[in-house]
């Protein structure tokens, strides 16, 4: 299932365990198309099925671009990159190693997921180091003459997270560091996972991404934001301080964590639809998300350090 949401830029619902406006990838149509964001491994057939139907041939793709390697942004990339010999792959370059030998990458997925890694996500194919290429802070993919698209490195979700804003539709393709809003809950939730979450970094990349002003946030999970992406940037912000204060309380008198933030953030929510708030809690669940906070404040050595007020 696929729609275009601006000129040349089409969004595609990779359809993650089969649930709809889960997962987005999108395809940036030129001389030199581009993907951005494979989806796990687990999507592959239907992303390619997606493609195949919108023109894109196996000769045809120039290009791949992974906002970060999480299996459920990056799982896709190996079998992606064997479908399409002349795409060449590009990821940040914390990242890109682990595209190469993605064993430790799957290993330590492994233990976090159990068995809902394999039926849920899947796993991770290698790619040959040869056709990848690291992107850094303001580089460039070209996708045809007049449009590129524009590398913003952006930790603080990952140590290996990058957005990409597109020069001709003004949008911004932003992973996961703005959160994750499914349009069936319409509630921008932060994403803290474990093992990299730093809240300076987050919330600096969120400042880089006002700074450069664009005309729309493109989420992983899912898709176009509505309304002004300002406004949205602001409330990301605004939430995820919220969050991590209410953390950091927890965790100095004691508590534990998951549950505090649960108390304050989701009882007072509106009541979601149970289907949809099981996908919100197996994608980004307050478990992990408190476990990522819980390993940040553990790694902040001054009690003020990291602090929002």
Request: charged share 25%.
């Amino acid at each position: 299932m696929s729609r275009s949401i601006a000129d040349g830029v089409i969004e595609i619902d990779t359809l993650l365990g089969g649930w709809e406006r889960i997962t987005a990838g999108y395809l940036l149509e030129g001389s030199a198309p581009v993907l951005v964001e494979t989806g796990s491994q687990s999507s592959v057939e239907v992303l390619l099925g997606e493609l195949d139907a919108l023109g894109v041939g196996r000769e045809d793709l120039a290009g791949v671009v992974v906002t970060h390697i999480h299996l459920d942004h990056a799982g896709g990339v190996g079998d992606v990159a064997r479908h399409f010999p002349n795409a060449t792959i590009y990821v940040h370059e914390k990242g890109a190693r682990h595209l190469v030998d993605p064993s430790r990458l799957v290993d330590s997925a492994s233990r976090v997921y159990g068995p809902l890694l394999d039926s849920l996500y899947g796993r991770l194919d290698p790619t040959p180091s040869d056709r990848i290429r690291v992107l850094y802070d303001e580089d460039t993919v070209e996708i045809s003459p007049g449009r590129q698209l524009v590398a913003v490195d952006s930790p603080g979700h990952a140590k290996h997270h990058l957005a990409l804003h597109d020069s001709l539709s003004g949008l911004l393709f932003c992973g996961d560091a703005v959160g994750v809003r499914l349009p069936d809950s319409g509630v921008l939730r932060p994403s803290t996972p474990p093992p990299d979450f730093d809240l300076n970094l987050a919330l600096h990349s969120l400042g880089r991404f006002a700074e450069r002003d664009p005309v729309g946030l493109c989420l992983a999970h899912y898709g176009l934001v509505p309304g002004d992406p300002r406004d949205t940037l602001d409330e990301a912000c605004e939430t995820l301080s919220s969050w991590a204060n209410e953390a950091r309380r927890a965790y100095e008198q004691g508590q534990d964590i998951a549950q505090a933030l649960s108390e304050k953030f989701l009882v007072s929510s509106p009541q979601l639809d149970p289907e949809v708030n099981k996908k919100l809690e197996t994608l980004n669940g307050i478990h992990s998300n408190a476990a990522g906070f819980r390993r940040w404040l553990e790694t902040t050595q001054s009690p003020d350090h990291g602090h929002v007020h």
